[in-house]
C-alpha cells in the first residue's frame, strides 16, 4: 500500500452509477492523490448532418466509430480544462478510453509519466477502442479474447473494492442487481419464487427502461426500478448479504464484479458463468454453478457453510492488488 503514498494519478471514469467515487476513495486508501477527469454520461445528440453522415458512414464503409467519436468530442471542453490546470501527475488510469477524446487522451499522456487503461467492455463491442491504445503505455482488456485479436493489449480481470471496512452487519440473505435482459428474466423469476418458499430474506433488484418488458413478472418478489442504486451502495449490499447473485452478461467472456465482491467480501456466490472454474478461488461449496438442470439442487448449497480461503486468495483479488499489477512495469 505504502508504495504510492503521496503519488498522484489522472483518472478518467466515466460516472455510471457513481464509479469514480470509488475509484477515487480506494485510491485516496492507497496513498494517492487523485485528479478526477469528470465524464458527463447524459445523453448528446448529434445535429443533423452528423446524424446523416454517420448513418453514411456505418451503411457504406462498415465505420462504427464516427458517433462515439463525436459524442466524446462534444464533452471534451470542461475536460480540457481541468487538465489544462493539472501541472503534472505520476500516473493516469483511464477506463473505458472510447468514451473519451483523442484530445483529451492526448492532453492525459502529456500530463502523466505513465499511462494506463482498461477496456472492460469488448473491444469489438465499441471499436473505438483500438484507436485509443496509442495513447496509453500499459493497454488491458476485460475479454482475454481480445488480446488475440490485439497483441498490444494485456488481459486482467475485475476485482473488488478493498477500502470498505472490513467488519459488516449481515442484514439480508441473498443479494442481486443487474439490468433487465430478455435471456435471463426467467430463470431470475423462478429463482426468486424457491428463494421465497426457503423463507430467505432476499433483495434482488432489476432495472428496466420499459414496463412492457416486466409487467408479467410483477408478482415475483422482485424489486424492479427504473434507477438504479450507485456502485457503493451495490457493495454495501453485497457485504451486508450471506449470499450474491450473479448471471453472465452474454455480450461478454469473463466475471463481472460481483464475482469478486463474493470472493473479497467472503460471501457465498450463485452465478451461472463456467468461467469460475478456472481461478484459484472456485469452491463448490462456496460457490454454486447453476444451469438448466441443477436449480434443484440449490436447498443443499444454501445449507452448507462458508468455507474460509487464504488471505493470498483475499489479497490477490483486490482493488490495491489489481493497481499494483497495472502499474507494475513503472515501478520496476
Given at each position: 500500500?505504502?508504495d504510492?503514498?503521496?503519488?498522484?494519478?489522472?483518472l478518467?471514469?466515466?460516472?455510471?452509477?457513481?464509479?469514480p467515487?470509488?475509484?477515487?476513495?480506494?485510491?485516496?486508501y492507497?496513498?494517492?492523490?487523485?485528479?478526477?477527469?469528470?465524464?458527463?454520461?447524459s445523453?448528446?445528440?448529434?445535429?443533423?448532418?452528423e446524424?446523416?453522415?454517420?448513418?453514411y458512414?456505418?451503411?457504406?464503409?462498415?465505420n462504427?466509430t464516427?458517433?462515439a467519436?463525436?459524442?466524446?468530442?462534444?464533452?471534451?471542453?470542461?475536460?480540457?480544462?481541468?487538465?489544462?490546470?493539472?501541472?503534472?501527475?505520476?500516473?493516469a488510469?483511464?477506463?473505458?478510453?472510447?468514451?473519451?477524446?483523442?484530445?483529451?487522451?492526448?492532453?492525459?499522456?502529456?500530463?502523466?509519466?505513465?499511462?494506463?487503461a482498461?477496456?472492460?467492455?469488448?473491444?469489438?463491442?465499441f471499436?473505438?477502442?483500438?484507436?485509443?491504445?496509442?495513447?496509453?503505455?500499459?493497454f488491458f482488456?476485460?475479454d482475454?479474447?481480445?488480446?488475440i485479436?490485439?497483441?498490444?493489449t494485456?488481459?486482467?480481470?475485475?476485482f473488488y473494492?478493498d477500502?470498505?471496512?472490513?467488519k459488516?452487519?449481515v442484514k439480508?440473505?441473498?443479494?442481486f442487481v443487474?439490468t433487465?435482459m430478455?435471456?435471463?428474466?426467467?430463470?431470475?423469476?423462478?429463482?426468486?419464487?424457491?428463494?421465497q418458499?426457503?423463507?430467505?430474506?432476499?433483495n434482488?433488484?432489476?432495472?428496466?427502461t420499459?414496463?412492457?418488458?416486466?409487467?408479467?413478472?410483477r408478482?415475483y418478489?422482485?424489486?424492479f426500478?427504473?434507477?438504479?442504486?450507485?456502485?457503493?451502495e451495490?457493495?454495501?449490499?453485497a457485504?451486508?448479504s450471506?449470499?450474491?447473485?450473479?448471471?453472465q452478461?452474454?455480450?461478454?467472456?469473463?466475471?463481472?464484479?460481483?464475482?469478486?465482491?463474493?470472493v473479497g467480501?467472503?460471501?457465498?456466490?450463485?452465478?451461472?458463468?463456467?468461467?469460475?472454474?478456472?481461478y484459484?478461488?472456485?469452491?463448490?461449496?462456496n460457490?454454486?454453478?447453476?444451469n438448466?438442470?441443477?436449480?434443484?439442487e440449490?436447498?443443499?448449497?444454501?445449507?452448507?457453510?462458508?468455507?474460509?480461503?487464504?488471505?493470498?486468495t483475499?489479497?490477490?483479488?483486490?482493488?490495491?492488488?489489481?493497481i499494483?499489477?497495472?502499474?507494475?512495469?513503472?515501478?520496476?
Amino acid at each position: 500500500m505504502n508504495d504510492f503514498k503521496d503519488k498522484s494519478i489522472i483518472l478518467a471514469v466515466p460516472n455510471h452509477f457513481g464509479l469514480p467515487k470509488v475509484f477515487k476513495k480506494n485510491l485516496e486508501y492507497l496513498g494517492f492523490k487523485v485528479f478526477t477527469v469528470e465524464h458527463d454520461c447524459s445523453q448528446v445528440k448529434l445535429s443533423a448532418e452528423e446524424s446523416l453522415i454517420h448513418i453514411y458512414k456505418k451503411a457504406f464503409s462498415n465505420n462504427r466509430t464516427f458517433k462515439a467519436k463525436m459524442l466524446a468530442e462534444k464533452k471534451e471542453h470542461p475536460q480540457l480544462f481541468f487538465l489544462d490546470k493539472i501541472s503534472h501527475a505520476d500516473y493516469a488510469l483511464v477506463i473505458r478510453p472510447d468514451l473519451f477524446s483523442k484530445n483529451v487522451l492526448s492532453k492525459i499522456q502529456e500530463k502523466s509519466t505513465y499511462t494506463v487503461a482498461y477496456q472492460w467492455d469488448g473491444m469489438q463491442r465499441f471499436p473505438l477502442a483500438e484507436n485509443t491504445i496509442k495513447y496509453f503505455d500499459s493497454f488491458f482488456v476485460f475479454d482475454e479474447r481480445d488480446t488475440i485479436r490485439y497483441p498490444q493489449t494485456k488481459h486482467i480481470h475485475n476485482f473488488y473494492f478493498d477500502y470498505l471496512p472490513e467488519k459488516s452487519e449481515v442484514k439480508q440473505d441473498l443479494f442481486f442487481v443487474g439490468t433487465f435482459m430478455k435471456d435471463r428474466i426467467e430463470e431470475l423469476c423462478n429463482l426468486s419464487k424457491l428463494f421465497q418458499e426457503k423463507e430467505l430474506k432476499t433483495n434482488i433488484n432489476v432495472i428496466y427502461t420499459k414496463e412492457k418488458h416486466i409487467k408479467k413478472y410483477r408478482e415475483y418478489p422482485i424489486n424492479f426500478t427504473r434507477t438504479g442504486m450507485s456502485f457503493e451502495e451495490n457493495m454495501k449490499n453485497a457485504k451486508a448479504s450471506k449470499i450474491i447473485l450473479d448471471f453472465q452478461n452474454t455480450m461478454h467472456k469473463g466475471l463481472s464484479f460481483r464475482v469478486f465482491e463474493a470472493v473479497g467480501y467472503r460471501k457465498k456466490l450463485i452465478t451461472n458463468n463456467e468461467l469460475v472454474k478456472g481461478y484459484r478461488f472456485y469452491n463448490p461449496s462456496n460457490i454454486f454453478l447453476l444451469n438448466d438442470d441443477n436449480m434443484s439442487e440449490i436447498t443443499n448449497f444454501l445449507a452448507e457453510d462458508y468455507i474460509e480461503s487464504s488471505e493470498e486468495t483475499y489479497q490477490r483479488y483486490s482493488f490495491s492488488n489489481w493497481i499494483q499489477i497495472l502499474f507494475s512495469q513503472f515501478n520496476k
